[in-house]
């Protein structure tokens, strides 16, 4: 099928990033949130992001305000109904998406498709809370969305091929690379990347070395772009570890089961850059 109007629900770290990068392809963008309090925080993200990409010689400014004008927030649901795709990006909350689906499902037009950027829950169960599950797929984004280059597109066992083929032609269109996967907890890179980082907790638990040294290894001798310690605080402790605890339920393996570390580090607070304080210490020099 032809897309023309992309719909995006959430307007935080992700939702932003997916509609910019949607409205930049030139797809007409409507991302909705829960307040306008919330919708207008996340389009003033987008234009700071797409700001900074014209100072970076990345963008002329004619196309940022062409972008701009291609984008809209709303708060409620009915002004997705004629979107031709609808890409969730909400509170990583099954009941949440449950009902979120199940209301979107009633108002949008029968053709359209379903999309959600879940990072751990299986697209499975969130394509059975709507009435079109081989309408559904998973089109899991990297953060910041703007600058990642990679898009997994997850097939589940109901999707069907035309929905499969539209979903990877609309990641290409937005200037991502996709790859294909199976409907499994993680998909690729959560499955390959959170046991490495949990493996590293367990390291500086048992005193292998301090935090600081072991993410000097990891890029000085794999060549990794930051240690797991800095990318811990630049995802966040608490999101880690509740990716972490899902992954656990659905393969009962202990290379998915957060440490003690971990889960004491977000019962006190911190979480890494957001909080201020995490493996490592963010605020003034």
């Known amino acids: 099928m032809k897309i023309r109007k992309v719909g995006v ?23 909705r949130e829960v307040s306008q309090e919330i919708v207008d925080k996340g389009l003033q993200k987008i234009q700071g992001s797409l700001g900074k990409a014209v100072e970076k010689g990345k963008l002329d400014a004619a196309e940022r305000d062409a972008a701009l004008g291609r984008l809209s927030g709303v708060v409620g649901l009915d002004a997705l109904a004629d979107c031709d795709v609808v890409i969730e990006a909400i509170v990583e909350s099954l009941e949440e998406k449950r009902k979120t689906f199940s209301a979107l499902d009633e108002v949008v037009k029968g053709e359209a498709i379903f999309a959600s950027n879940t990072s751990s829950l299986t697209i499975t169960q969130l394509a059975m809370f709507t009435r079109r599950p081989d309408q559904f797929f998973g089109m899991h984004f990297f953060n910041p969305v703007p600058v990642m280059k990679l898009v997994e597109v997850v097939r589940t066992l109901l999707t069907s091929e035309e929905t499969f083929d539209t979903a990877f032609e609309l990641a290409r269109s937005f200037g991502k690379e996709p790859i294909a996967c199976r409907d499994n907890s993680g998909f690729v890179v959560n499955r390959l990347l959170v046991p490495y980082l949990l493996d590293a907790v367990r390291a500086l638990e048992e005193g292998v070395a301090s935090a600081e040294d072991i993410d000097k290894g990891m890029q000085l001798g794999c060549g990794y772009p930051m240690g797991p310690f800095t990318l811990l605080d630049f995802v966040g402790l608490d999101t880690t570890y509740y990716i972490a605890n899902i992954m656990f339920e659905e393969y009962r393996e202990k290379r998915f089961a957060p440490p003690p570390l971990l889960k004491q580090m977000v019962q006190a607070g911190r979480l890494g850059r957001k909080s201020g304080r995490g493996f490592y210490e963010y605020g003034k020099k």
């Open 9 to 31: 629900l959430g307007c935080g770290l992700m939702g932003s990033g997916i509609a910019e990068v949607a409205a930049r392809a030139g797809y007409e963008t409507v991302v």
